[in-house]
């Protein structure tokens, strides 16, 4: 019966338009999120009642109130903060279905409205006595309560709940004092046990607005979390095509990031290599191609990042990193050789490692760091952009890599670099070897490298 009255409900009042078709991924984060909402809800209902219980217990109880045998507060106090409490545990413990939550909406009103009906017997007074009490009021709070979930259908259920709730009431209270109650003088309802139609009309007309604000509020922020949802999800797939530095730099600007965008900056480049992959990968099928590389970027981009490295981007079985082009550093040269050693030592390993579990030559891994001061730049258009490097240093770092296998080196920088990085504090791990004036490929004079390995 209750799975039918939630399924009513959602036929009557669709969820908000965002909602349709959403990525799994994205549905998730939002189930989530009502999770989290439920439990909020659990604990503030469960801070409502200890509110209650406390007011009951320590105000002075009012010199004019009986002392009934039962006094039915207590009661509705206890038995609507065991249930609140078990709802709270099943919110820890599982996605609470609508049926349960309509249930939840329900209680809440059966609780309250009986509380409140039960005020007119505490004080021997007739039954239309109890729809003065102030504690009327708390329906609102109830009904708030429900937008903290972000779906106003739960807000018209219980709005509606309370309004058929207090009319009912009303019904009661005729049935039960007799229709001599009823009374069109306002002086006459307000000083004594009276109905008067217009002013109860006039409380379900305000729970009723309430909802229906509350509703629409609730729905358009519905929308939004939808919306937002969606967008940290993409964002956060996004940002797996991106360096970590340059999705922050995206991220964290100020004004929109246009094409054409440039600043200088003393940077250093590294890039690597995997030489003779492109005629191994001739041989082997795609995917087993894919994750050779796979396996390789694995182990080397975090000792890249480590040192402040951000990869520019992946060339094939190639690789370009900077350091202090996206984010300004004083140390971007010992930062460099630094990553470009560590680089060295852990692709030995990996060529180890690759050719015991697959049977092959080992692959060499060539690098090669260049320090100098590069424009970092956003190129492209309106609908594609992207961030890079130009500059020198970037076309030197590139011929130096490619020179190491006329020197037969796996590591090289230039004399400068190297100067440049002592000076920022860098100590090369063994002994290195300075070439005076090496004939570098693309170069017109002739240049002092410095090989690392």
Known sequence: MLATLTATINRAFPAAPQSEALPDRVAKLIRMREEESERLIGWVQLSLVAAMAALFFIAPRPVDAGMPALDPVPIVLLIYATFTILRLLLAYRMHLPPW???????????????????????????????????????????????????????????????????????????????????????KTYLKGNYVLIGAEFDKIIALLLVTALLALAVRRARAMLIVATREQAAGQEIRRFLSRGVAEAITGSDTLVEAGVAVEREAAIMMLD??????????????????????FHARIVPLIQQRNGVIDKFMGDGVMATFGAVKPTETAAADALGALEAVMAEAARWSSDLK??????????????????VVFATLGSTE??????????????????????????????????????????????????????????????????????
């Open 100 to 186: 349960l939550l309509v249930i939840s909406i329900l209680v809440d009103a059966i609780l309250l409205i009986t509380l409140i009906w039960s005020f007119h017997g505490q004080y021997d007074q007739p039954a239309a006595f109890s729809l003065k009490v102030p504690t009327f009021f708390y329906m609102f709070v109830f009904i708030a309560l429900r937008a903290l979930r972000f779906d106003y259908r739960f807000v018209v259920v219980t709005g509606a709940t309370f309004a058929i709730g207090w009319a009912i009431m009303v019904w009661a209270v005729i049935r039960v004092d007799g229709r001599e109650v009823i009374t069109h003088n306002f």
């Open 274 to 295: 995997i030489r003779g992959f492109t005629k191994l990968a001739s041989t082997m099928p795609p995917q087993s191609m894919v994750e050779i590389l796979t396996s």
């Open 356 to 373: 015991q579990g697959a049977k092959m030559h080992e692959l060499t891994v060539n690098g090669a760091v260049v320090a100098g001061p």
């Open 384 to 453: 594609r952009l992207e961030f890079t490097v130009i500059g020198d240093a970037v076309n030197l770092a590139a011929k130096l890599e490619k020179h190491n296998k006329t020197l037969g080196t796996q590591a090289l920088c230039s004399i400068s670099t190297y100067a440049q990085a002592v000076e920022q504090g860098f100590e090369p791990a063994k002994k290195i070897k300075v070439i005076k004036a090496s004939n570098v490929a693309g170069v017109a004079e002739p240049l002092d490298v410095v090989s690392l390995t």
